[in-house]
């Protein structure tokens, strides 16, 4: 079975990454921002003993703890190469796409593919013991696959009681008190975090595309593997022009693009937790 | 006369009761009557007549000063290290800073089209800041920002947090990396190069 190969080195990448993951826990960090524990400061005030009490009291709501980033010349380059390869390469091919493909016609594309992948959203809702979301989600998808035809259009967002969600398995392994463990950039998925990596092959595991084109699936021996990478890669490539213009207004005023980008995955994803 | 006037206590008192759960706090009230003011600059037909265009954005830059508090702005952007930097540095820094933040955010301001602005709810972050969440919805895109501001003699912003992201955060983030190697001079110059 040489077609398996690819996947069981990623399977193994990510177990390593499982093992790794509690070990960097010490520089895991409180979720909540607004956390009144002086500790939560202290790793960002401590830097100066020097500073009044009163300075180190203001930061405390908008300074939680960096994130540690001991791969930092592996990240830099692998943020480098995406750079260039989104930024760069890609970029002319997604302007060209926008340009041809009407709008209308991408977020069709585009929320047919949320549709189909709602198990994870749901899935993640329930193992946070969030019924709430877990039932909107459920009725979300019921609606759009048939009034919105196949989830092509989003029609149950009308209801203000029914928005889009994002559950992913990285924001039920932080519900569950796991921090971010390290900062880390990987080749065309971009950055990470330890606990966000762990939590890519648990939303792999909980996309259907797993089980359709998956190692048990029935097809056997022949299955075509590759055409969930396929069909990935196309919901990626449709987003680019929108995930390229969030990437320009974050490293474009940015000073630092590197920590820039590194700071905003931390912040969206503990605030995604929070939430 | 005097019956009169009883009713108009009473109907002032009805009118006062019924205005006063639409009216949100100060800090909301302040941030709401500025982007009004932006809003209303930008909507203006003048603003895209060329020859009136210059003064207008002096008008809008001198709108959007008002609104925001470079300075403590550029206090918490630095954290900590802002106590390295010497009155004069500190002074280069807030202007640099200013500026190049009004480079990079004037043109998505100016893109504005006839997105709304709802203002959901205003939260105490207790001794005289607050943070004032809003939702700025366009055309199929909402994006959640919240204003954070404190009261130096009236509601001023000090940080914008966008989809969680905290602006000042993002920044005190960059500042801290490079100051570890650099001086607060080659900052100060690092950011200043940044707007040409």
């Known amino acids: 079975m040489p077609t398996s190969l690819p996947r069981n080195t990623f399977l193994v990448l990510l177990a390593a990454l499982l093992l790794a993951a509690p070990v960097c826990q010490a520089a895991g960090t409180p979720i909540n921002q607004e956390s009144p524990k002086p500790a939560v400061a202290a790793p960002a005030a401590s830097a100066t003993a020097a500073t009044p009490a009163q300075v180190d009291e203001d930061y405390a709501e908008t300074a939680p703890a960096p994130v540690a980033d001991p791969f930092y010349r592996w990240n830099k380059f692998w943020f480098g190469f995406n750079h260039l390869f989104y930024s760069g390469l890609m970029r002319p091919f997604a302007k060209g796409y926008a340009f041809i493909v009407p709008p209308m016609v991408r977020k069709g594309l585009s929320n047919a593919y949320q549709n189909f992948i709602f198990p994870i959203r749901f899935v993640n809702a329930l193992l946070q013991l969030n019924f709430t979301k877990a039932s909107k989600e459920f009725g979300r998808f019921m609606i759009n696959t048939t009034l919105g035809v196949g989830g092509l259009m989003d029609v149950a967002k009308a209801d203000p009681n029914l928005q889009p969600g994002n559950e992913d398995f990285g924001q039920t392994l932080g519900f569950w008190g796991l921090g971010d463990g390290f900062y880390i950039v990987w080749p065309f998925l971009g950055p990470s975090s330890a606990r966000d990596s762990v939590g890519l092959a648990g939303d792999a595991v909980a996309n259907p595309l797993f089980w359709i084109f998956g190692p048990w699936a029935i097809h056997g021996e022949d299955n075509p593997w590759y055409l969930s990478y396929v069909v990935k890669a196309g919901d990626v490539f449709n987003n680019l022009p929108e995930t390229l213009e969030t990437y320009d207004s974050l490293t474009k005023p940015a000073v630092d693009p590197y920590s820039a980008m590194k700071d905003a995955y931390i912040q969206y994803r503990r605030n995604a937790v929070s939430q | ?196």
């Open chain 2, 1 to 196: 006369m005097h019956r009169f006037a009883s009713r108009l206590v009473l109907a002032l008192a009805i009118v006062a009761a019924l205005a006063a759960p639409a009216l949100a706090g100060a800090p909301t009230e302040a941030l709401s009557a500025s982007i009004d003011t932006i809003i209303a600059l930008l909507a203006d037909p003048a603003y895209k007549n060329p020859d009136t265009r210059p003064a207008m954005r002096a008008k809008l830059i001198t709108a959007i000063d008002a609104v925001f508090d470079m300075k403590e702005l550029s206090r918490r952007a630095l954290g900590a290290q802002w106590n390295r930097f010497s009155p004069e540095q500190q002074q280069r820094f807030v202007t640099a800073f200013g500026q190049l933040l009004q480079n990079t955010y004037l043109d998505k301001i100016e893109s504005y089209t006839d997105e709304k602005v709802q203002y959901l709810k205003e939260q105490d972050l207790g001794t005289g800041k607050a943070e004032v969440d809003t939702r700025v919805v366009g055309k199929g895109k909402e994006i959640p920002i919240s204003y954070r501001l404190s009261d130096h003699s009236g509601w001023k912003v000090y940080d914008v947090v966008i989809e969680g992201v905290s602006l000042v955060q993002n920044y005190r983030t960059q500042f801290g990396q490079i100051l570890v190697n650099e001086t607060p001079d080659a900052l100060i110059a690092k950011i200043a190069a940044k707007k040409s």
